[in-house]
């Protein structure tokens, strides 16, 4: 006879564990201490199986039926009911275990690190990441709703931090569509917060523009009296139009100076396309005094701590400081304005030169590593070019751009 809530809760311990029936190979087993636990008898084959539905009355007379038919079709589609609830421990263990953290740091190791991004660029993750940490990092990834990470980038905003909420966001997104790929989440929440953040104004890193400054900005370069090694950062920078981050990591081992070429690996570039520098002849000059001095091996600016690490990330921008530049007249970024924005002024260089000579351009990496593209040609006539008018300007001469015919 089926059972009955009253029937069930009539039923009471004895010495030893008993068995009531239900129907279909429910039943119900009450134990010694009293406690009533669900279970399914069920055939595999030849062999008599049971599965366990939980415990009266937290588990309910029409929850334990309803978990009995949904065995009964897992058995009818050749599945085994045991097997299926053991696999769903194992996967809810692992998902509670998947916090957003925990997948973050992976994240971070496994993509970024493996596969050779920028130490700037990772940097940067893990401050993402400290940002975010208190309030999600410790929740489990596939349980984490839009509100929770908006909660924490709304508090960024309120500081007037725009990009970093922004950036944030982001990186938030990334996390969650890398725990999507590796099963830890079905979805990336931040999609849904995209027009909830307000929207950074854009921003311009401080560049000198005007030839008489620059030229003034060189003299003070020349008359620096910091860390040598900062010093040749400083004399180099204006010349190579590179980002300060690729001129701080640049290695010996990506120069060829007979050639007169720095080949910069796509790990190290912003858009992960491999560069191709053409060196003047006075940067040539430079990295061979610098070689001499220093030795041609690893960082060609280590920092001053240790040699295994590239100089400090505001090395450049703090030098500046100490010369009496202020960080709203020149930044180590800004050297590329100053190159892009003077160069197009004076009409001998195509604009798709300059912009490649920015590595804005190809996104052939091959091209990128060997130099045979095209451009290659003028931009190695501007590169010279470039370096005598820096020289001109520093000496007090050619101030104004004359423009080709």
Same mark, same amino acid.
């Given at each position: 006879m089926p059972l009955t809530d009253t029937r069930l809760r009539a039923l009471k311990p004895k010495a030893k564990p008993y068995k009531v029936a239900d129907e279909r190979g429910l039943y119900i087993e009450v134990t010694p201490a009293g406690g009533k636990h669900w279970r399914f008898r069920y055939r595999i084959g030849k062999a008599q199986k049971k599965v366990s539905l939980g415990s009266y009355p937290v588990v309910s007379l029409k929850d334990a039926r309803e978990a009995a038919i949904e065995a009964r079709q897992t058995i009818a589609s050749g599945g085994d009911p045991a097997v299926e609830k053991r696999k769903q421990k194992i996967r809810d263990e692992f998902l509670s275990a998947s916090?957003?953290?925990?997948?973050?740091?992976?994240?971070?190791?496994?993509?970024?690190?493996? #596969?050779?991004?920028?130490?700037?660029?990772?940097? %940067?993750? #893990?401050?993402f990441l400290d940002k975010l940490a208190p309030a999600i990092g410790n929740r489990p990834i596939h349980e984490i709703e839009p509100f929770e990470v908006l909660a924490p980038l709304k508090r960024l905003e309120a500081t007037g931090k725009h990009e970093t909420a922004k950036k944030?966001?982001?990186?938030?997104?990334?996390?969650?569509?890398?725990?999507?790929?590796?099963?830890?989440? %079905?979805? /990336?929440?931040?999609?849904? !917060? %995209?027009?909830?953040?307000?929207?950074?104004?854009?921003? +311009?890193?401080?560049?000198i523009l005007d030839p008489e400054k620059l030229g003034g900005l060189l003299r003070a370069i020349d008359d620096f009296e910091g860390y040598t090694l900062t010093k040749f950062a400083l004399k180099i920078a204006p010349h190579v139009f590179v980002r300060p981050g690729e001129l701080r990591h640049a290695d010996w081992a990506e120069f060829d100076l007979d050639e007169g070429v720095w080949r910069i690996p796509a790990g190290k570039m912003k858009a992960r396309r491999a560069h191709a520098v053409p060196l003047s002849k006075q940067v040539i000059s430079l990295f061979e005094e610098l070689g001499t001095m220093m030795g041609k091996s690893g960082y060609v600016f280590p920092s001053a701590r240790s040699g295994l690490r590239p100089m400090s990330e505001n090395a450049l921008n703090a030098a500046f400081r100490r010369m009496g530049f202020s960080k709203e007249e020149v930044t180590a970024h800004g050297l590329r304005a100053t190159a892009s924005? *003077? *160069? #197009?002024?004076?009409?001998?260089?195509?604009? /798709?030169?300059?912009?490649?000579?920015?590595? +804005?351009? /190809?996104? #052939?990496a091959i091209r990128g590593v060997? +130099?045979?593209? %095209? +451009?290659?040609?003028?931009?190695?006539?501007?590169?010279?070019?470039?370096?005598?008018?820096? /020289?001109? !300007?520093?000496?007090?001469?050619?101030l104004v751009l004359l423009k080709a015919s």
């Open positions: 916090t957003f953290e925990a997948v973050a740091r992976e994240y971070i190791e496994q993509i970024m690190v493996q #596969n050779g991004r920028a130490e700037a660029t990772i940097v %940067k993750a #893990n401050y944030c966001r982001s990186f938030a997104g990334r996390v969650f569509r890398y725990g999507v790929a590796t099963t830890r989440c %079905k979805s /990336d929440p931040t999609s849904l !917060l %995209k027009g909830a953040l307000i929207t950074p104004k854009p921003t +311009h890193y401080a560049a924005t *003077l *160069l #197009n002024e004076s009409g001998k260089w195509s604009s /798709d030169a300059i912009e490649r000579a920015l590595a +804005h351009g /190809d996104s #052939n060997y +130099h045979r593209g %095209k +451009h290659w040609s003028e931009r190695v006539k501007m590169s010279q070019w470039w370096s005598d008018y820096l /020289d001109s !300007l520093k000496l007090g001469g050619d």
